[in-house]
């Protein structure tokens, strides 16, 4: 028997799945994340926390290539995480689409 949650989540699943789908819905709400991580590693290189790796990467680098960096960064881990997330729901929901018909067929099966 499935809780209301669990059967909240069957309908709610059903009806957007498609759509959470699409590759510019993945990108439209995974930049965030994404552009967070990317943040975070920009910060990590401005303050300078590890001098060597600052000396090698001002003299030797360009600043375009950085941020070209740091740009693909962030599209790639964000659709990599919405993509993983409907993965997530995905399987989440085939199981209770298992469950749910595995009740069905027991109280079937009892009359």
Do not use: C
């Not at 790796?53 to 003299?59: G, I, L, R, S, T």
């Amino acid at each position: 028997m499935l809780s209301k949650h669990e059967s909240d989540f069957i309908q709610y699943w059903e009806k957007s799945r498609e759509r959470e789908k699409s590759l510019f819905r993945q990108l439209f709400f995974g930049l965030p994340f994404g552009l967070m991580l990317g943040t975070g590693i920009l910060v990590l290189f401005e303050t300078g926390w590890y001098q060597r790796a600052n000396m090698v990467a001002y003299a030797q680098s360009n600043p375009w290539l950085l941020i070209v960096s740091i740009i693909a960064i962030a599209v790639f881990t964000g659709v990599f995480y919405k993509k993983f997330k409907w993965e997530m729901n995905e399987q989440r929901y085939r199981e209770l689409l298992a469950k749910k018909n595995n009740a069905s067929e027991k109280s079937a099966g009892n009359e």
